[in-house]
């Protein structure tokens, strides 16, 4: 079954305890990223990686940091948390897929972590 | 001002009828467009992508109009199934996410 898993799920944890969210997917994307969302302000992304050993920033990368060194795995990284960083984390996977009327790339999400910083 | 913007609503509507998402984006480079749908609590999924010419999916209608930067939405013949957050999503070098627009469909 094709998917994204991230891991793990819920966490509640104090500040400056560092922590990393797993994320790994099977369908051989290129592409992935990770979003925060929090309420009102929608998915906001903070790093994405084209490919192996290649990522850049989103829009939100501060206090954050990732690594790809295989490409199925994209771990997110908070060497010091804050309670600011509260929220609602997704992993995404693309591949780009043409079509006769377009490009389209379909997201592949995880079912993402609940993280929870006091 | 945001570059993906949508009316967050919520819209409450009954089983049957017809309603319309619009959602405008500010970066004209913009390539590609989709609506995704999240229920509550849960990861986004793919609904359907925009294409210039239009797209439909039985009852789900999408456009672009790129002299005016929207993309718009419609439902026909409402389910209960329906009831969901809706993301307008704009994609040039990376994906841009609106805020949603959330939809309840009533019996």
């Known amino acids: 079954e094709a998917q994204v898993t991230q891991n793990p799920r819920y966490l509640i944890t104090v500040t400056g305890k560092k922590l990393t969210v797993t994320c790994s997917q099977n369908m051989n994307h290129e592409y992935m990223s990770w979003y925060r969302q929090d309420p009102g302000l929608g998915l906001r992304q903070i790093y994405y990686?084209?490919?192996?050993?290649?990522?850049d920033k989103g829009d939100v990368p501060e206090g954050y940091k990732v690594s790809r060194k295989e490409k199925r795995n994209f771990p997110l990284i908070l060497e010091s948390p804050s309670p600011n960083q509260t929220s609602l984390y997704f992993c995404?996977?693309?591949?780009?897929?043409?079509?006769?009327?377009?490009?389209?790339?379909?997201?592949?999400f995880g079912p993402g972590t609940r993280l929870t910083v006091t | 001002r945001k570059e993906v913007e949508q009316d967050p609503g919520p819209f409450n509507v009954p089983e049957g009828a017809t309603v319309a998402f619009n959602c405008t984006y500010s970066?004209?480079?913009?390539?590609?467009f989709f609506w995704y749908r999240q229920d509550c609590r849960k990861e986004p999924k793919l609904l359907m992508s925009?294409?210039?010419s239009g797209n439909e999916d039985g009852r789900f209608t999408a456009q672009l109009n790129r002299a005016s930067q929207y993309i718009s939405l419609l439902i026909r013949d409402s389910k209960l199934s329906d009831s969901a957050t809706y993301l307008c999503?704009?994609?040039?070098?990376?994906?841009?996410f609106g805020a949603g627009t959330r939809l309840t469909v009533k019996p």
């Open positions: 990686s084209m490919n192996v050993e290649v990522t």
């Open positions: 995404a996977s693309s591949s780009l897929t043409g079509t006769p009327k377009g490009d389209s790339y379909e997201q592949y």
């Open positions: 925009v294409y210039s």
């Open positions: 970066n004209s480079a913009s390539q590609s």
């Open positions: 999503v704009v994609n040039r070098d990376d994906m841009r």
